[in-house]
C-alpha cells in the first residue's frame, strides 16, 4: 500500500482538523461528526441523525464530493487492447469504473455527478460502436432518438446510463427518496468531436447547436418538475445580472434547496455562448454556464487542477461568492504515485464541489491502493473551510 496516502482515513482526518482550525468552523475538529449525535446509516447509504438540519447556511458555504466521468464503465478488455495499440497510456487512464448512480448518490455519498453528452436527434448514431465484437450486447435505448451519455463515440462508450433522461431518472428517484439531501449538481459536458484515434468508420458526432441545447432542457423539464430545480432565473432574483447576485453571495439557503438538483455547464466557449443565444443572462435557461468571473453570467467556475498558483485563485474565487468545481485526481496519477497532494489542496482550496474517479468508502482499493477522495468523518457534505460561518457545525449540514 502506499504511504501517507489519503485512503488511511485517520490521517485525512488530522488534515481535515488542520484547514477546519484554519477557516474557524466548529464541529469539523475530527473530521466527522460530535460523538453525542445519534447517528445510523439507512440501506440505501443515507445517513439518519436527530441533529436538526442547518437550513440557514447558504449553497456556496458549503463542501461536497463527486465523481468525475460518473456515467464510465470500463470496456472490456479486447476492446481496450484495441485503444492500446493506437496508445497505451491512454487506455490506461480510460481503466476506472463507476457503480450506477443511486450507489454513488447512497453509498459513495456523492452530491455532483458529471455526465458527458452527445445529441442524437433521429436515433441510432452510436448504436455499433467500431470497436465493438460483432456479438457485443445492443441497446434498444441506443436507437431512439434523444440525448446520449458516453466518454467516446466508438471506443470509450459503455456506460451505466447510455441516455440522459435514464440518468436523470436515477437521480430523481433516488432524490424523491432522500428528500433532504443537500443540492445535488450534475455537471454537463457536451461532446462533438472527433476521435483521438484513427479510428476507420467512426461515428460522426452531431455539433451542439442551440436548438439542440434547446432539446436538452426539454429532457431535463421531463424527469424535473420546475420547484425540483434551482435555476439561473432563481439565483439571480431581482438583480440585475447573475453575477451581481453571485458578488452579493445571495445564493439559496440549504432550507430553500434541500431535495433539488441543478446544472452546470463545464464547456468554456463556444458552448456558453451557443446556449446564451436567445436566451440573455440565462433567462429561462437551466445550465450555469462555465463563464469567466465578471460577465453578466458569471457564477460557476471550472479549475480542474487545485494544486496551480497554490490555490489562490480557487479560494480567491469562492470568498467572492463564486461556486467551483475542482478535481482531487486525475489520469490515475494519484493511484499509481500515492500522492495525496492534490486532494489536500481541493480541500483546503474551498471549492464547493471536488471531482474524483476514486470515492469513498473504497476508493481505488481494487487497484491494489488505500488511495480514497472523500471527505473527513466520509460525511455527505461539510461546512466550506473558506465560506462557511465561525460557528457552522459539520454535521448539520446533511445529518
Given at each position: 500500500?502506499?504511504?501517507?496516502?489519503?485512503?488511511?482515513?485517520?490521517?485525512?482526518?488530522?488534515?481535515?482538523?488542520v484547514?477546519?482550525?484554519?477557516?474557524?468552523?466548529?464541529?469539523?475538529?475530527?473530521?466527522?461528526?460530535?460523538?453525542?449525535?445519534?447517528?445510523?446509516?439507512?440501506?440505501?447509504?443515507?445517513?439518519?441523525?436527530?441533529?436538526?438540519?442547518?437550513d440557514?447556511?447558504?449553497?456556496?458555504e458549503?463542501?461536497?464530493?463527486?465523481?468525475?466521468?460518473s456515467?464510465?464503465?470500463q470496456?472490456?478488455?479486447?476492446?481496450?487492447?484495441?485503444v492500446?495499440?493506437?496508445?497505451?497510456?491512454?487506455?490506461?487512464?480510460?481503466?476506472?469504473?463507476?457503480?450506477?448512480?443511486?450507489?454513488?448518490?447512497?453509498?459513495?455519498?456523492?452530491?455532483?455527478?458529471?455526465?458527458d453528452?452527445?445529441?442524437?436527434?433521429?436515433?441510432?448514431?452510436y448504436?455499433?460502436?467500431?470497436?465493438?465484437?460483432?456479438?457485443?450486447?445492443?441497446?434498444?435505448?441506443?436507437?431512439?432518438?434523444?440525448?446520449?451519455?458516453?466518454h467516446?463515440?466508438?471506443?470509450?462508450y459503455?456506460?451505466?446510463?447510455?441516455?440522459?433522461?435514464?440518468?436523470?431518472?436515477?437521480?430523481k428517484?433516488?432524490?424523491?427518496a432522500?428528500?433532504?439531501?443537500?443540492?445535488?449538481?450534475?455537471?454537463?459536458?457536451?461532446k462533438?468531436?472527433?476521435?483521438?484515434?484513427?479510428?476507420?468508420?467512426?461515428?460522426?458526432?452531431?455539433?451542439?447547436?442551440?436548438?439542440?441545447m434547446?432539446?436538452?432542457?426539454?429532457?431535463?423539464?421531463?424527469?424535473?418538475?420546475?420547484?425540483?430545480?434551482?435555476?439561473?432565473?432563481?439565483?439571480?432574483?431581482?438583480?440585475?445580472?447573475?453575477?451581481?447576485?453571485?458578488?452579493a453571495?445571495?445564493w439559496p439557503?440549504?432550507?430553500?434547496?434541500?431535495?433539488?438538483?441543478?446544472?452546470?455547464?463545464?464547456?468554456?466557449?463556444?458552448?456558453?455562448?451557443?446556449?446564451?443565444?436567445?436566451?440573455?443572462?440565462?433567462e429561462g435557461?437551466?445550465?450555469?454556464?462555465?463563464?469567466?468571473?465578471?460577465?453578466?453570467?458569471?457564477?460557476?467556475?471550472?479549475?480542474d487542477?487545485?494544486l496551480?498558483?497554490?490555490?489562490?485563485?480557487?479560494?480567491?474565487?469562492?470568498?467572492?461568492?463564486?461556486?467551483?468545481?475542482?478535481?482531487?485526481?486525475?489520469?490515475?496519477?494519484?493511484?499509481?504515485?500515492?500522492?495525496?497532494?492534490?486532494?489536500r489542496?481541493?480541500?483546503?482550496?474551498?471549492?464547493q464541489?471536488?471531482?474524483?474517479?476514486?470515492?469513498?468508502?473504497?476508493?481505488?482499493?481494487?487497484?491494489?491502493?488505500?488511495?480514497v477522495?472523500?471527505?473527513?468523518?466520509?460525511l455527505?457534505?461539510?461546512?466550506?473551510?473558506?465560506?462557511?460561518?465561525k460557528?457552522?457545525?459539520?454535521?448539520?449540514?446533511?445529518?
Amino acid at each position: 500500500m502506499a504511504q501517507g496516502t489519503v485512503g488511511k482515513r485517520a490521517l485525512l482526518g488530522s488534515v481535515a482538523l488542520v484547514v477546519a482550525l484554519l477557516a474557524g468552523c466548529s464541529g469539523s475538529s475530527d473530521g466527522g461528526a460530535p460523538a453525542s449525535t445519534d447517528r445510523s446509516e439507512t440501506p440505501n447509504g443515507s445517513t439518519t441523525s436527530t441533529l436538526a438540519p442547518d437550513d440557514d447556511l447558504k449553497l456556496n458555504e458549503i463542501q461536497v464530493i463527486g465523481t468525475h466521468n460518473s456515467f464510465h464503465v470500463q470496456a472490456p478488455e479486447d476492446e481496450l487492447a484495441q485503444v492500446a495499440a493506437f496508445d497505451e497510456e491512454q487506455a490506461n487512464q480510460r481503466r476506472y469504473t463507476h457503480p450506477d448512480l443511486a450507489t454513488q448518490l447512497g453509498e459513495q455519498k456523492i452530491r455532483q455527478i458529471e455526465l458527458d453528452v452527445f445529441a442524437d436527434a433521429k436515433g441510432g448514431l452510436y448504436s455499433h460502436p467500431a470497436l465493438a465484437a460483432s456479438d457485443a450486447d445492443h441497446d434498444p435505448a441506443m436507437d431512439e432518438p434523444g440525448t446520449k451519455v458516453l466518454h467516446e463515440q466508438d471506443v470509450d462508450y459503455h456506460s451505466v446510463c447510455p441516455t440522459l433522461v435514464a440518468c436523470l431518472d436515477e437521480v430523481k428517484t433516488w432524490s424523491d427518496a432522500n428528500p433532504q439531501h443537500v443540492p445535488v449538481a450534475i455537471n454537463i459536458q457536451f461532446k462533438d468531436g472527433p476521435l483521438i484515434f484513427p479510428v476507420d468508420d467512426q461515428a460522426v458526432p452531431e455539433k451542439w447547436t442551440t436548438e439542440a441545447m434547446d432539446g436538452l432542457d426539454d429532457e431535463i423539464r421531463s424527469v424535473f418538475e420546475d420547484d425540483q430545480l434551482i435555476t439561473p432565473d432563481d439565483v439571480r432574483g431581482d438583480h440585475a445580472t447573475l453575477n451581481e447576485a453571485v458578488l452579493a453571495k445571495d445564493w439559496p439557503t440549504l432550507g430553500e434547496s434541500r431535495g433539488k438538483v441543478m446544472f452546470l455547464m463545464i464547456n468554456p466557449e463556444p458552448y456558453r455562448s451557443i446556449y446564451l443565444e436567445g436566451h440573455d443572462g440565462l433567462e429561462g435557461r437551466i445550465l450555469f454556464t462555465n463563464a469567466e468571473p465578471g460577465q453578466p453570467d458569471a457564477s460557476y467556475i471550472g479549475l480542474d487542477d487545485p494544486l496551480a498558483d497554490g490555490g489562490v485563485m480557487i479560494s480567491d474565487l469562492v470568498d467572492r461568492g463564486y461556486l467551483v468545481r475542482t478535481r482531487a485526481d486525475a489520469d490515475n496519477v494519484e493511484v499509481e504515485t500515492g500522492s495525496d497532494d492534490r486532494l489536500r489542496a481541493a480541500l483546503a482550496s474551498g471549492a464547493q464541489w471536488i471531482s474524483t474517479d476514486y470515492p469513498g468508502p473504497d476508493g481505488a482499493r481494487d487497484e491494489g491502493s488505500d488511495y480514497v477522495a472523500e471527505l473527513p468523518g466520509f460525511l455527505a457534505a461539510r461546512c466550506n473551510p473558506v465560506t462557511a460561518p465561525k460557528d457552522c457545525d459539520d454535521a448539520a449540514v446533511e445529518p
